[in-house]
């Protein structure tokens, strides 16, 4: 059967449509041109990259040694915990102390540590060592020498993993040679330990400090209302006002049982014997007896130098005495509670694991690295390959 031109040529443009996307694909690069392109593609993205990955970790890529060590900071407090190292410290009377583990973290990571470091380990050389490949040796080939550069080296090559759950701290140091890091690891985790004492003693001083400086002022102000009292003492010539009042009352009660005795017998007298001659010194007697009730009760009561008149400010005297020394014994009890509150405080940096001195070096994983730069590679050479395949079908 015939078919038309036109149809044939639908079916033809049709056909060509339907072919799968990579077998277009294939047809393109193997045309002249591309074809060439597609090899020079394949070369740049696969051959090139792993001829260079197999020559650097092969061959130049220096070894690195890693060293760990574990350890946990806590303080001496019960305390609900989870998981079991928390069981574990909890069964020892041990806290786990969150926030000052995250203070050790930041230290061992700052310039500070660096500092040190380099001061007593002489990292810097360490790290600038002409043995090593240029890309591991400090100052890369693209920095200088300062020490900010140092820095972000040095961050390259000690890392901190916190467990949340058991709250254990992980220090990884990386290093060309095992003596260094086994040397920076066991540094890290002593300057840790004095970061941690160091915050002990200022916590500790900083609450027996406060607790005495209460304890002197409440001395001090004992001692001005007890100088205060015994000058008022002096200045009016009393000692205890509701004492001596009382003794005064006393006397003054005598007096009037005295009187009373003189007048029932002046009245026995008086009717017994009207002229009789010792009326006259009875009445006296009397007389002599009332002149001194009033006397002696005028100095408990009457008078601007009375016991009542004294005994106002006395007791005011008396009152601030009295909370002066409740203040100090108030401030003894505080002391007391802070130096027990500073002893049960106390942070510890306990070592889980002690730093390794490696024997072998682990990094570079030299044959994973080749690997992987293969396998990117293919990878880029197929994008490339289809963004190149996409524009000589669209060009023709």
Not at 53 to 75: D, H, K, N, Q, T
Not at 370 to 383: D, E, H, N, R, S
């Amino acid at each position: 059967m015939l078919v038309p031109e036109s149809a044939t040529a639908v079916g033809q443009l049709e056909g060509r449509s339907a072919k799968p996307v990579v077998t277009r694909w294939v047809e393109v690069v193997n045309r002249g041109p591309g074809k060439l392109l597609f090899n020079a593609t394949f070369v740049v993205t696969v051959l090139l990259p792993t001829l260079l990955a197999v020559l650097y970790f092969g061959f130049i890529a220096s070894p690195v040694y890693i060293s760990e060590s574990r350890f946990v900071v806590r303080m001496p407090q019960k305390a609900q915990q989870a998981g079991v190292i928390g069981a574990l410290l909890q069964g020892s009377g041990f806290q786990r102390a969150q926030d000052d583990a995250f203070s050790v973290h930041d230290f061992i990571t700052s310039r500070d540590a660096l500092l040190f470091l380099d001061k007593d380990l002489k990292v810097r050389e360490a790290f600038s060592d002409p043995d090593l490949d240029p890309f591991s040796r400090f100052p890369l080939p693209w920095a200088d020498a300062s020490f900010e550069s140092l820095f972000r080296h040095y961050g390259k090559h000690v890392a901190v993993n916190y467990d949340a759950a058991s709250s254990i701290t992980t220090l990884t140091v990386r290093a060309y040679s095992p003596e260094v890091a086994y040397q920076v690891n066991t540094m890290l985790l002593r300057m840790g330990e004095t970061l941690v004492n160091r915050i002990n003693e200022r916590g500790r001083l900083d609450l027996v400090k406060f607790a005495m400086e209460d304890v002197a002022e409440a001395e001090a102000k004992a001692k001005a209302a007890a100088v205060a009292l015994a000058s008022y003492r002096n200045r009016r010539a009393v000692f205890d006002p509701d004492r001596q009042s009382a003794l005064q009352l006393q006397q003054v009660t005598k007096l009037q049982d005295e009187l009373i005795a003189t007048k029932l017998q002046l009245a026995q007298v008086k009717a017994l014997s009207p002229s009789n001659p010792q009326i006259p010194t009875l009445e006296r007697r009397v007389g002599g007896l009332t002149t001194e009730i009033s006397r002696e009760m005028a100095k408990v009561a009457g008078g601007g130098n009375s016991f009542t008149d004294k005994a106002a400010d006395y007791e005011r005297l008396q009152l601030e005495r009295t909370f002066a020394d409740r203040q100090v014994a108030s401030a003894m009890t505080n002391l007391e509670t802070a130096r027990s509150e500073a002893r049960r405080q106390q942070l510890y940096l306990e070592r889980i694991v002690q730093p390794n001195r490696p024997d072998e070096a682990l990094e570079p994983r030299r044959l994973r690295a080749i690997l992987a730069t293969f396998l990117v590679g293919l990878v880029c050479w197929g994008v490339f390959s289809m963004l190149i395949a996409g524009m000589k079908e669209h060009r023709d």
